[in-house]
């Protein structure tokens, strides 16, 4: 009997956070196909926020479109492209812009934020010091953000990129790149010459290596098909 009581609760909660969460989504600006969040989920600005298809936003996820802070007024957006999917306990901070692109892998306990508190008036709070809001975040298309990534300001991370865990990003990464640290550089990019992917140099060239040498001319790949095989990797995640 007890067994029997504790299953039907549990599928009690389900339904009821199903029920919160689908109303949570009617709000939001707009909604493509298939999405789903996992309840609890906190959101601040639902209309400023926008999902495309098959979209993902894991369990205690916090999406915060912030419109105003005390005197300051902003215009946010916050968009996430076909199916992404967001980790548990992610938060999506916006004041200007996020942006996260589509097929993004976003692992838990991940921070994005274009916006940070400034703290240089000694006379004030950190809290009543304003809000800085340096630019826009953008997430390329087919790109990975490994467990406790932080992203801040105004930074593009391009796509089909690898952010290493526990990285904070503070500038941009270009497509095609491995980036880890605190902050995150570039260790390493694909080579559309070799067709493989090869460390870097702290000035973003390539590493020489013997096996390249070898092969200087090796051919350009076909690298329509190439994405398009990555394309499918994904998807099948």
Known sequence: MITLLGTLLRKVESLSNKIKAASLLSQFKSVGKGCRVEWPLKVYGPQYVSLGNDVVISWNGWLYAVDQYKNQRFSPEITIGDTTYIGNSCHIVACRKVHVGR????????????????????????????????????????????????????????????????SVVTKDIPDFSVAVGSPA????????????????????????????ERSAEAQPPNRAQWLCNTSEVLHSR
């Open 185 to 212: 550089r570039v260790v390493k990019r694909y080579d559309f010459v070799s067709r493989q992917w090869r460390k870097t140099n702290p000035d973003g060239s390539f590493c020489p290596t013997a096996e390249l």
């Open 103 to 166: 097929n993004v892998l976003i692992a838990d306990r991940c921070y994005l934020s274009d916006n940070l508190h400034d703290y240089r008036d000694i006379d004030l709070s950190i809290d009543d010091n304003p809000l800085l809001v340096p630019g826009e975040i953008q997430v390329g298309d087919h790109s990975w953000l490994g467990e406790n990534v932080c992203v801040y300001g105004n930074v593009t991370i391009g796509k089909h990129c690898v952010i290493g865990a526990n």
